[in-house]
């Protein structure tokens, strides 16, 4: 199993990114797939989840409205799009598996800041 992420970077308050997850090792379009979190000195904060088929989706209160979960299976990858960022989003953004164990990428930086 391999989960790679990439699309971080630093962006202005207010500002947008997607972040992409790209799967490999496994039947991606039978798992649901999770986007977590990790703040500076924070537990690890389940951001958004998305079922097999995409049809159904679940986010945190603190990025409801804001970030859109989407998956394209043909595609092996799972995205994150983050609209109107907010500096309290600064956090290592992390692509999650649950394949009898929890299988984890690597994560990718996102920084807001002025």
């Known amino acids: 199993v391999q989960l790679v992420e990439s699309g971080g970077g630093l962006v202005q308050p207010g500002g947008s990114l997607r972040l992409s997850c790209a799967a490999s090792?496994?039947?991606?379009?039978?798992?649901?797939m999770r986007w977590y979190r990790q703040r500076p000195g924070k537990v690890r904060e389940l951001v958004a989840h998305i079922s097999s088929a995409g049809g159904s989706t679940n986010y945190a209160n603190s990025v409801k409205g804001r970030f859109t979960i989407s998956r394209d299976n043909a595609k092996n990858t799972v995205y994150l799009q983050m609209s109107n960022l907010k500096p309290e989003d600064t956090a290592v953004y992390l692509c999650?598996?649950?394949?009898?164990?929890?299988?984890w990428g690597q994560g990718t930086q996102v920084t807001v800041s002025s």
């Open positions: 090792g496994f039947t991606f379009s039978s798992r649901a």
């Open positions: 999650n598996a649950f394949i009898g164990n929890d299988y």
